[in-house]
């Protein structure tokens, strides 16, 4: 059976893919995905499209080092 997720978490997670995969990818836009998938993963904590997503968000912020944490 296919697994059944939260619309709305389904929503915030491919709005927050979208933005991370964005060819005009910058610190806002890349502070914008992470709310919108981390908002995705409050909602749905087993949404594991959103802990991928965010995992490659979190990689182009290394490469581009956009936060002092990266």
Known sequence: APEVVNIEAHDLFLRGR?????????????????RLLRRALE????????YAGLSLTYMFN???????DS
Do not use: C, K, M, Y
Request: no cysteine.
């Open 43 to 50: 909602i749905e904590p087993n949404l594991s499209q959103a």
């Open 18 to 34: 979208a933005l991370a995969t964005s060819t005009n990818i910058n610190r806002e836009i890349f502070l914008d995905a992470v």
């Open 62 to 68: 290394h490469f581009n080092r956009w936060t002092e």
